[in-house]
């Protein structure tokens, strides 16, 4: 199958800060890239969809401005937390595929903890 | 709808027996659908998927049925072993355009020696 890779695996970042995680596809062109959060014991929630060269689409309830998204080449697609809170920690997952119904290819997550 | 706030089922099954776990989706326009199996700390991966123009499909040791009546989707494991424990999800990719891979609750599977 192919390569998601996932940067950094785990971050731990003061209040305030911000917080870049970047998905990378190693082997394929990614058009679309998904993004998710992840609470312990509880399955991944959606909170955008990147095009390549667009805008993200944010599910209701996810602070654009928050969480930015850059999916500014068919290979990578950055989250940036901004001004993160303790609340804010969590798993961030992305994954990617190659275009509308097809299968989405899955990064290795990223643990971020805010203290 | 997308998962909010809830704690996974558990289905405990004997090493060797089958296991069959079961999704409702929730949007009768999704037209693709995939199965996840997702271990502690990682990312899910990919096991199986289905078109809505299907009703069954085989893989190694894996298939997936769909019920588009009831919107009803089922993961059978046949000959479990150890290494399938994990944390299974179904995902469906939601039609008309949305663009949105959404996922289920997610079942853990325990398998007992």
């Known amino acids: 199958g192919a390569v998601v890779s996932q940067h950094p695996s785990r971050v731990i970042c003061k209040s305030g800060t911000s917080v870049k995680i970047e998905c990378r596809s190693l082997?394929?062109?990614?058009?679309?890239m998904f993004w998710y959060r992840q609470f312990p014991k509880q399955s991944l929630m959606l909170m955008a969809t990147s095009n390549e060269g667009s805008k993200a689409t944010y599910e209701q309830g996810v602070e654009k401005d928050k969480f930015l998204i850059n999916h500014a080449s068919l290979t990578l697609s950055t989250l940036t937390v901004t001004s993160a809170h303790p609340e804010d920690s969590s798993f961030y997952i992305c994954?990617?595929?190659?275009?509308?119904?097809?299968?989405?290819?899955f990064g290795q997550g990223t643990r971020l903890t805010v203290v | 709808g997308e998962n909010v706030g809830l704690h996974l089922p558990t289905l405990s099954v004997q090493e060797g027996d089958n296991s069959i776990i079961n999704c409702a989706y929730s949007n009768s326009a999704s037209d693709y659908f995939i199965w996840y199996k997702q271990e502690s700390g990682k990312g899910p991966q990919f096991i199986i998927d289905i078109r809505s123009n299907m009703d069954k499909r085989q893989g190694q040791r894996v298939t997936v049925l769909l019920n588009k009546t009831v919107k009803h989707l089922s993961l059978q494991i046949a000959a479990t072993q150890p290494g399938d424990s994990a944390v299974y999800f179904c995902a469906e990719n939601m039609g008309a355009g949305a663009q949105k891979l959404v996922f289920g609750q997610g079942t853990r599977l325990t398998i007992n020696p």
């Open positions: 082997d394929f062109q990614a058009t679309t």
């Open positions: 994954s990617a595929s190659r275009g509308f119904g097809t299968e989405a290819f």
